[in-house]
T-cell receptor
Framework: RKEVEQDPGPFNVPEGATVAFNCTYS??????FFWYRQDCRKEPKLLMS???SGNEDGRFTAQLNRASQYISLLIRDSKLSDSATYLC???????????FGPGTSLSVIP | GAVVSQHPSRVICKSGTSVKIECRSL??????MFWYRQFPKQSLMLMAT?????????EQGVEKDKFLINHASLTLSTLTVTSAHPEDSSFYIC?????????????FGPGTRLLVL
């Protein structure tokens, strides 16, 4: 089983739609969780951290379920500029180990 | 925010040559730098972790003699791909964590696209 798994995608949605991405991780002792976005041929950029209580940043909402080892990202009112690959990132218990999921591609269509 | 640069951004070389990629933290001191590799349509794979002044820790399956990492100062780490072959063609990305950066965040360089002919 892979350490971090994500929806295979790609997701093609119209502008204004709500889209949800799922992610599961295998190491129950993982400490920190993040969502990154990566535009084509660019480096990943931090979108938001994921906290146990859930957190929201504008149109983006992240949720964490430690019992199920599951992370989600919800994007509301999607924009054309949201088109990118979304990477679920998990930090292992060892301080320096960061694991990237395979990513889910999102295309927002006019 | 913290900025990490990489040089070169793109390199094309002949098979058998060595290529050096530089990663610099521009406005903070990076005690730890990470090197990743990303093949098309795949996720980032951690190659190695380097701490300033000490030997890099390589991930399983990454040849330390082929991918030489040097982290001689708090603002510079280099990755040298020795005797590069076409299968080494990839997108190489460094990231840095340092004293002035939020500890929970890694700052990524813009990446270096390597094509070995």
């Amino acid at each position: 089983r892979k350490e971090v798994e994500q929806d295979p995608g790609p997701f093609n949605v119209p502008e204004g739609a709500t889209v949800a991405f799922n992610c599961t991780y295998s190491n129950s002792a993982s400490q920190s969780f993040f969502w990154y976005r990566q535009d084509c041929r660019k480096e990943p950029k931090l979108l938001m951290s994921v906290y146990s209580s859930g957190n929201e940043d504008g149109r983006f909402t992240a949720q964490l379920n430690r019992a199920s080892q599951y992370i989600s990202l919800l994007i509301r009112d999607s924009k054309l500029s949201d088109s990118a690959t979304y990477l679920c990132v998990v930090k292992e218990t060892s301080y320096d180990k960061v694991i990237f999921g395979p990513g889910t591609s999102l295309s927002v269509i006019p | 925010g913290a900025v990490v640069s990489q040089h070169p951004s793109r390199v094309i070389c002949k098979s058998g040559t060595s290529v050096k990629i530089e990663c610099r933290s521009l406005d903070f001191q990076a005690t730890t730098m990470f090197w990743y590799r990303q093949f098309p349509k795949q996720s980032l794979m951690l190659m190695a972790t380097s701490n300033e002044g000490s030997k890099a820790t390589y991930e399983q399956g990454v040849e330390k003699d082929k991918f030489l990492i040097n982290h001689a100062s708090l603002t510079l780490s280099t990755l040298t791909v020795t005797s590069a072959h076409p299968e080494d063609s990839s997108f190489y990305i460094c990231s840095a964590r340092g004293l002035a950066a939020r500890q929970e965040t890694q700052y990524f360089g813009p990446g270096t696209r390597l094509l070995v002919l």
